[in-house]
């Protein structure tokens, strides 16, 4: 046989013996510690091709720890994995449809590997001591099941068999009473939606289906019908261009996170609300302390956040960036008290840094316009009630006849009963007064609505000691410090 066809491999280690073995190619005899593999080309090829694919499993599919022992205080989970743009985006929305809250972290993706270390919290404060959560996290992280599959779905359950409905437009007191009476009007039936309100904007994800069938509406006519409907309404007497409506598939959405997406095409963040001057959530104190520095040595823009700690800000932070096309290399974040102080070191994806005044203004706003979406002011009311046709529409019809303003909404209905959480100020942007919850209350029922909470509005202005001021870095300590946290160096100093 032709030299040409023979390859000899220095057989030095164990794991590549046992993989040509398994793999089957080739003719082969060991000589004085030389394996020799008879085999056409066509057959190298094939071995190469098995090689890379074992390679590209191995380096694709992240490698998750869960550790109770290293920390007093939290449980660390740990991810590694190749490097992909989303990546950290996956694993902080995995960990936010949990309602598991991030006491510090440390990212790091340089190079072509994403190793990332959180140290986390249930929603009372305490570690994860639960077997079958520590599971249900490890397998949604390497892909193995989502968590929809494992338990209904952290982000709404039964979606598939239901329409949803996408609407952006004006805010306006009692908007949301008009839209839940049009879909009563229109036979839909509410299962599940979620609002937000900012900057004088709206988005709502709407889920709906045929309040006689139970099926999801998949008449074109009566779609259109419906989106007709609710455009008009969006619209009003002065948002003839920017009010907008669409159907999507329920299945592909992440509501949260199609959330920030629509606020972000909706360009919210550069829309001042009419009641700046008076209302206490729009003042400049309020804003998040957002500062955005390039380091043109290693071309990387920091982007750093301060402001009230609050759960789920990590990902509303990472659902900006992305949408932004940037991609974070480097990051920390921790809380100190009520504090949360986050740094990430950026580029675009083309590979470059913030490269203009206009841009790095730009970021910033939309940053605080992420953390500050979620972070409505004002009452909190608990609606709970068994489900029935018309129960959305009359409820916040009377928050309207009562002064009250929808700045928020999450509602789900399951086994028959609705449970709907609303936090509404009065129609100026204020806290309202209790003489007006009270109302509400006594009409809806005491037994069906509760007040849970007065949030007052956050001070996201307050400045850190000068030890902790925004933009302080140095990339050589973040990694320093990343690695010792990752256990790859027995010290960060």
Avoid at 31 to 43: E, I, L, N, W, Y
Avoid at 290 to 304: F, H, L
Avoid at 345 to 361: F, K, L, T
Wanted: charged share 25%.
């Amino acid at each position: 046989m032709s030299r040409r066809v023979k390859r000899c491999y220095e057989w030095t280690s164990p794991l590549r013996m046992e993989w040509l073995v398994a793999v089957g190619l080739g003719k082969k005899q060991r000589k004085s510690g030389v394996m020799v593999v008879d085999q056409s080309r066509t057959a190298e090829m094939e071995l190469r091709d098995e090689y890379q694919k074992l390679v590209h499993v191995m380096m694709n599919t992240p490698r998750v720890a869960i550790d109770n022992a290293m920390s007093p205080t939290a449980t660390v989970v740990r991810v590694n994995s190749a490097r992909k743009r989303g990546m950290l985006l996956e694993v902080v929305q995995v960990l936010a449809d949990l309602n598991l809250r991030i006491q510090k972290g440390y990212i790091s993706s340089d190079g072509r590997w994403f190793m990332d270390v959180f140290h986390v919290v249930d929603e009372r404060g305490q570690k994860l001591l639960d077997p079958a959560l520590v599971s249900l996290i490890e397998r949604s992280l390497v892909g193995e099941t989502s968590l929809s599959e494992a338990d209904g779905g952290a982000d709404g359950s039964g979606l598939a068999g239901l329409t949803a409905l996408e609407l952006t437009g004006t805010d306006r007191p009692g908007l949301l009473s008009e839209v839940f009476a049009v879909l009563r009007d229109l036979e839909c039936n509410i299962v599940e939606a979620k609002v937000w309100t900012h900057n004088a904007r709206i988005a709502s994800l709407i889920f709906v289906k045929d309040i006689h069938t139970g099926s999801p509406i998949a008449d074109g006519h009566r779609i259109h019908r419906i989106e007709s409907r609710l455009g008009h309404v969006l619209r009003g007497d002065h948002d003839v261009r920017s009010a907008k409506t669409a159907v999507s598939s329920p299945t592909l959405i992440h509501s949260e996170r199609r959330l920030h997406q629509l606020m972000f095409a909706d360009r919210d963040y550069e829309r001042l609300s009419t009641t700046e001057d008076q209302a206490p959530s729009s003042s400049s104190q309020s804003k998040p302390s957002v500062s955005v520095q390039n380091w043109a040595e290693r071309s990387y823009s920091v982007v750093s956040v301060q402001c009230r700690d609050r759960p789920k800000l990590l990902f509303d932070v990472a659902c900006t960036l992305t949408d932004m096309d940037y991609v974070v290399f480097h990051g920390t974040l921790g809380v100190d008290a009520d504090r949360a102080y986050q740094e990430f070191y950026i580029r675009h994806v083309d590979g470059g840094p913030i490269s203009s005044e206009a841009e790095r203004q730009r970021v910033i706003q939309c940053v605080q316009a992420a953390i500050e979406r979620r972070a409505s002011v004002g009452a909190r009311l608990s609606l709970k009630t068994p489900e029935r046709r018309g129960l959305l529409a009359e409820a916040t019809r009377i928050f309207r006849e009562n002064g009250l303003s929808i700045k928020s909404a999450e509602i789900t209905t399951k086994d028959g009963e609705a449970k709907s959480e609303f936090c509404v100020t009065d129609t100026g942007d204020h806290l309202p007064d209790r003489r007006s919850i009270h109302s509400v209350i006594e009409k809806i029922g005491e037994e069906h609505l509760t007040l849970s909470e007065h949030r007052a509005p956050w001070s996201y202005g307050e400045r850190p000691p000068a030890a902790e001021a925004v933009g302080s870095f140095n990339l050589g300590n973040l990694v320093k410090r990343n690695l010792y946290y990752l256990g790859l160096v027995r010290s960060c100093s």
